[in-house]
């Protein structure tokens, strides 16, 4: 029921999931089963009437209730038990679904999978991980939302969960992580940052950090020391720059169209490299499951796109690993614990 | 003598900039004599040759020594007070020039004009306002780089001194000003962009607030409630932003010219709209004067157009109007005496 383009988006985008990933495959979609039945009905026997065969591999689960995308997320969770976004991330945290995908109110569903889900140790709130297409490969941003007025200790938890992402979403071996800051000095930079490159600099944090990388280094996915495959900032900077980059394609396909006479069909289809729905969803970091955040502004194919990343994540045994390397890193649980009693002190202040 | 290509560009771009001035301009040539006549006579004896007459308003001023890109800011004002940053600077305070263009060391260039020229009261420190090329129009967005862990005052300031640049460098009418966050509702972002919201409504700001835009609006200059001149922001987000802009035209003309096969001259011609060269510089808002700083990597036509910005400043009497609008601002000034409080019980608790 979540995303702008619902029910449509996601039943189109649960379909031709199905078709492209094989028979061993079957999606629960989770909502008002009128709705979504005739939301099918309409596909079946429109568009998309050649996949009425990966059809049968699709079930319902009745949730009565939704989450708007204005509703607070706590609220709601308390006040919708029966919403889709709680009852399908249920279905998961009892083991009776392997992933869960939402294109919903984003702040729900990280609250639903903090609550129900819950989060690895170590951590006291999940991070979101995005994919920004580079002239290279693709590089993972995080946090890009999450996590607004973030600790030393958190950006150091976002470069350990930024690595275990490249390393098994993405096939990077060793995966190099920048800090993004205002200067590629250790020294440039607000105080946060400052602190997290000397924490992360000190070689306890276990990640393979290259130093400071700046704004410019980003679309070209290296800086002056070489390639890197993860970006670490705060959750306000990493979403402001999300939606820059969503923003900047459509406002070059007009520029180039206007004055090199180029035609769109062709832009656009150059620019489908820095098109979200190309990634389709960004993994919500450190919960105990797959909790995969897809874009309000869904299209089937971005829907298709999210289900493809949560299987990969599944497969890869993604949370495993993060569970597994958090441990490993000891020093960041008494780091975050430390943490915890100094937001404890500034809520006092307040 | 400051900037990657220097005395290169500096001298060839004033030379540029006389000639499209007309008569009535001079430009004194702050630096080591020897080396920047050495390079007016390679210019002249061969691509240049033909601006020999603007040479003619070309002046000489000595300054032995050099301010590094790698020198710290303060340490480099007192150990070179006779670096051409520190000359140059004195010159514009004592009258003997109308403003002041470098494309040296920023934190150098603060530093000098913070203490030589001074800044306009309720300032703590000056902001640098980039114009940022939009689908529009460009749309001044500051802080650039000068401020980070800025207060909730100091974005209320930078409000006000983008609406001056905005008004009186560009020529819009009552501008419009969107403080830049991760939600357009005025309860999303950080603690300090929620808390500048919270002034910016109340209407004591003497600015045109239209509300939080997000980083999507940027690329297109409006947002859902219509559109904007001025983005404020925090001088790292600003920074990062304006570095990723600059990062992305020449990824973008990789890959359209490999993909849909566009010439590269015809997209580089389009993309000049993404060039920071073609603005050229940014001023420093709030110093008492006009001080104009350009990118390190500024070529010729670049510091052309900073020298075309800094007398649009003289002309349009910028820094006295900045002076008045601080000035018409009574609850900023205590506001910011506030505001130093605070840091001085951030430095005693460090």
Known sequence: MGGDFAPHAPVAGALQALEELGPEHSIVLV????????????LLNGDLAHLRDASNRLEFHEAPEVIEMTDRPSAALRGKPNSSM??????????LADAFVSAGNTGAQMAAST??????????????????????????VLDSGANVDCSPQELVQFARLGSVYAEYML?????VVGLLSIGEEAEKGDMVTKEANH??????????????????DIPLGHSDRGDFDVVVCDGFVGNVLLK?????????????????????????????QLDYSEHGGAPLLGVRGVSIISHGRSSPRAIKNAIRVALRAVESRLSAHVGQRLAAAVPSVSDSSMDDSSSMATGGAA
Chains 1, 2 share one sequence.
Do not use: C, W
């Not at 690895?120 to 002239?135: D, E, W």
């Open 171 to 175: 096939g990077r071996t060793d995966p």
């Open 86 to 95: 709680v009852v399908g991330t249920k279905l998961h945290a009892d083991g």
């Open 199 to 216: 924490l992360l600099s000190g070689g306890d944090a276990g990640v393979n950090f290259q130093g400071n990388i700046e704004g410019r």
């Open 31 to 42: 909502g008002r089963t009128e709705v979504v039945r005739q939301q099918l009905d309409e």
């Open 244 to 272: 820059f980059y969503e923003g900047i394609a459509p406002m070059i396909v007009e520029m180039v169209g206007k004055h090199a006479g180029v035609g769109r069909p062709e832009l656009e289809r150059v620019f489908g």
């Open 115 to 140: 609550v129900l889900l819950r989060l690895h140790p170590g951590l006291k709130r999940p991070a979101i991980a995005t994919l920004f297409p580079t002239a290279r490969e693709p590089v993972v």
